[in-house]
């Protein structure tokens, strides 16, 4: 069988009404964790997926499992804070499947430690990733978007910007320039094309800690607090799900997603 791209055959876009079936959803950062198990999930409520990360032999491994289970998923090579990376990931989800409904920028990275310490290359990495990452993915979707008429960014912030301790001060700034970029774009968005909306996860079990470039009586912190309180991806995957099947006049601004016992 055919499968038609979105928009042939009987001109009724998908998800137009609501709901996840036949929409289109590029996510990076979508090798591992959240990304991962956002993608899987979208995939087994009939969303078709172009998945975007730097692991291409986790991608494939993804795209297979995907397919397997009879969705339809594609994955493409991404660093984010190349520009022309982002512009690929969108050109692959509109050249294979016909347009993009949902772009989830949830590629991040965390260096902690304290200010004092100057970690300069540490928060410069983590600049370009967490928040040029973001707006380098809103530079390749929105044309796109405008286009069609439509559109929805959905963004992993973090509950690290809600509550600020010492050592996250610099990813938290990262993730709070992000909030509010997000929020801003809203405000100039009014005109029912675009959604925007901000996920922020707590402490959850993903392969983050093993990437964070910090000393290590901190990273034994991390480790136990994971250990201890984190909850699976896929609690902050059914969020992302959540907003994304609402119908086009609802946006859902901003969820939490959070273990019950973190502080």
Known sequence: MTERTAGSGTGIRPGIGGGIQGKVVAVTGASSGIGEATAVLLAERGARVV?????????????????????????QAVDVTRREDLDALVRSAVDEFGRLDVLVGNAGISRLSPIADLDVDGWQAMIDVNLNGVLNGIAAALPVFRRQGEGHLVTTVSTSGLKIVPTQALYAATKNAVRTLLEGLRQESTDGVLRTTAVSPGYVRTELVDSMDMPPEVREEVRRNMADLGIAPDAVARAVAFAVEQPRDVEIGEIVVRPTRQG
Request: charged share 45%; hydrophobic share 40%; proline share 0%.
């Open 51 to 75: 998945l975007g990360a730097r692991r291409t032999d986790r991608l494939d491994d993804v795209v297979r499992r995907i397919r397997k289970d009879g969705g339809a998923a594609v994955a």
